[in-house]
């Protein structure tokens, strides 16, 4: 058996954003299913709002969104949770950094770390945070660059 751990991010209006935006940075497409698509709200406010949603890489990067149910209390938090990307590949890595950065804040910028070749987070523009980091060449005990 097999278990996989997916973040799943709660919005309330922003899903459908957000869900584009990630499946950019990852170099992938988004899947999406609105609550009108499933029938599942009589309130035509929420047609277009997403009940189910899922970005999906190519490198085994994957989250999920969807917007809050109707009526449901929505509170992002502070702090509440990273969405945390470990790779071995430093261009990989960078490219999804880079993809995230555009409106985000950057609260660690990209860059070599005591534990890691290059680690960083940010906070992107839908308030989430995530945290990359590079795991070292521990075959070599070199840092795990490829640029």
């Known amino acids: 058996m097999t278990i996989i751990t997916t973040p799943h991010l709660n919005f309330d209006g922003d899903a459908r954003a957000a869900l584009d935006f990630y499946a950019a940075a990852l170099g992938t497409e988004a899947t999406a299913v609105t609550y009108g698509q499933m029938g599942a709200s009589d309130d035509p406010a ?38 945390y990307l470990h790779g071995d590949d430093a ?41 990359l980091d590079v795991a070292p060449d521990t075959a070599s005990g070199a840092p795990a660059t490829d640029s």
């Open 46 to 83: 929420w047609a277009d709002r997403i009940v189910f949603g899922q970005v999906e890489s190519a490198h085994g990067v994957r989250v999920m969104a969807f917007d809050v149910w109707p009526g449901q209390p929505w509170d992002q938090g502070v702090n509440a949770s990273y969405v």
């Open 91 to 131: 261009d990989e890595v960078t490219a999804v950094w880079d993809g995230l950065s555009e409106g985000a804040e950057v609260r660690q910028p990209l860059a070599p770390s005591a534990w890691a070749p290059l680690a960083g987070q940010l906070r992107d523009r839908f308030g989430v945070i995530w945290a």
